[in-house]
């Protein structure tokens, strides 16, 4: 079976990647004469001897590199939609822009994607996957059948691998790669005052009912300059980005004050707010579980109460001035 590793010579850690290749293919049984290894490297024709210390550890025959002025995921994209050498099976280091490429390739090449994975066999038409699953608590098998697989593999998948040095090499070069339609453009990322570092916090809960009352409880605290987050229904239901999930998928809030408006109290979200120094709720049900855990809890309608609420706080800043 026909297999082509991904490598990319842009960052340091190409060693580290084909050590864990080399060690990966001979604990799967991939033979190295069925392999190809294409590498996107950044040196020119002058410093091209600076590729001869990583030939010397490809664990497969057939290598390509590919010259590219810089690393863009698209460059790689569309130079591998275009290289069909029949391979049933591609790899990819589990790494940011490894699992990047293996699935954005899969999509291009209508084929099957897993990533992370810690082993891979055959079985007559389909490739059995072993990868960590549940905060790798358990080992899941997954079964990919049809092709071609793009696999990533788990990037800490074997830390003591040992180096695999080849006897011979085929190598050839191809400068297709190189692109002139994209150009990188580098802008400042200015950092945002986190959420979690405001005194005071707003969480809404599945009770604000649609993404309107969302809109409007969100406008009356950025008056107040509150920062709202949300529990889990509301982050699911696209009311809120997924970046202000509060619970034990999302953050753990230390705020001085958390303001929960609609929330129930389940365990999975109140470990989110627990370390708040203090918490007012907004509950139509007095028997709701963070009743009781609030220092405050307030019985009525979120939306109603916060914005007279907004609305006080807002006229007391006013009043202040
Ligand atoms: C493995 C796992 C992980 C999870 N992780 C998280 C997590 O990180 N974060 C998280 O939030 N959840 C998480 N959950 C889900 C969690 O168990 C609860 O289902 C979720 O927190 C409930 O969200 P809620 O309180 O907004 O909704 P609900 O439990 O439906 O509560 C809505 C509340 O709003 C009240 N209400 C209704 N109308 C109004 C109104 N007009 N005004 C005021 N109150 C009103 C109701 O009385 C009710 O108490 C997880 C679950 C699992 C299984």
Redesign the pocket.
Known sequence: MKYTLIINNFYDNVREQLLKLGHFLSENNLKRDDGYAIVFHKYSAENIQALDSITELMPVFHVRYVYSNQYVPEICLDYLTTQDNGSSLYLFIGDIWGNELCARLSVRLKGLCITDITSLCRKSNLFLAKKKICSGHILGSFELTGEPCLVSINKSYDEAASPSHSESVEVSYDRTALSTGYELQFTPVVKEESFTDSPCILV??????NKEHVLAVENCADEINLPVA??????MNAWLPVDR??????TILKNNLAIL?????????Y??VEKCKHIIS????KD???TKKSDLAIC??????FTKFSKLVKEEYQHNE
Do not use: Q
Request: net charge negative.
């Open positions: 809404c809960g599945l009770g604000l009912s949300g529990s889990r229904p509301c982050v999930l509060i619970g034990v998928s999302g408006l609609g929330v129930s109290g389940a365990p999975a979200f470990t989110g907004i509950n139509t049900d709701a579980p963070i009525g309608d979120c939306t109603e109460i």
